[in-house]
């Protein structure tokens, strides 16, 4: 997983640019993969998920990658809007064993710029 | 649907004190979950729960208990808060296969 330190990697973006957030995930064994928007002051909100047997998910405005040869996975926000401005999270669910004991990386910062 | 709430909001603690987070979902979801988060860092499992009755623990579990004597809440208790138990506490739930959902957060300072 991430790095786990005081200070969260920031990501400054302008608006109406697209964003991209990279996680490296820690366990090969990994099979079901999360991403989460956590705004300050509120609980970690669901953005979109993909299962080992894909590469790639859309969503609104949402793209998540995955690359099991190098462990990493990707969050792509098109036209980044002030609203997109949060943490953002990567989870892995280890194995099928712990279905639902999620490992969180660290977060990445986004700041939206005018 | 209120989804999941927890209470208290905020605490204030004195070393060695006592107190006991609930946390309520009202989507029936089988599994729930007692999160710690501190500043920079992800979140860490404490305890879970994959069913009424039933409890199991996580990455970080000392100095925590937990209960679920409903399926549609689960207790997160200090018995003697310490320090560095100061954090914010996130209860989540679900089904077994679905994305976990979260509740607003308990804001813990132990003096």
């Known amino acids: 997983g991430e790095s786990v330190g005081l200070h969260l990697p920031t990501l400054s973006v302008q608006e109406g640019d697209n964003s991209i957030i990279n996680c490296a995930y820690s366990?090969?064994?990994?099979?079901?993969f999360i991403w989460y928007k956590q705004e300050s002051g509120k609980g970690p909100q669901f953005i979109i998920d993909?299962?080992?047997?894909?590469d790639k998910r859309q969503g609104q405005r949402v793209t998540v990658l995955l690359n099991k040869t190098v462990k990493h996975l990707s969050l792509q926000i098109a036209a980044t809007q002030p609203g997109d401005s949060a943490v953002y999270f990567c989870?892995?669910?280890?194995?099928?064993?712990?279905?639902?004991?999620?490992?969180f990386g660290a977060g990445t910062q986004v700041v939206v710029t005018p | 649907n209120a989804g999941v709430t927890q209470t208290p909001k905020f605490r204030v603690l004195k070393t060695g004190q006592s107190m006991t987070l609930l946390c309520a979902q009202d989507m029936n979801h089988e599994y729930m979950y007692w999160y710690r988060q501190d500043p920079g860092m992800g979140l860490r499992l404490i305890h879970y729960s994959v069913g009424e009755g039933t409890t199991a623990k996580g990455e970080v579990p000392d100095g925590y208990n937990v209960s679920r004597l409903k399926k549609q809440n689960f207790l997160l208790g200090l018995e003697s808060a310490a320090p560095s138990q100061t954090s914010v506490y996130f209860c989540?739930?679900?089904?077994?296969?679905?994305?976990?959902?979260f509740g607003p957060g308990t804001r813990l300072t132990v003096t």
């Open positions: 989540a739930s679900n089904h077994r296969i679905d994305e976990q959902y």
């Open positions: 366990n090969s064994a990994s099979d079901y």
């Open positions: 989870a892995e669910n280890p194995t099928t064993d712990s279905w639902g004991k999620l490992q």
């Open positions: 993909i299962r080992s047997n894909m």
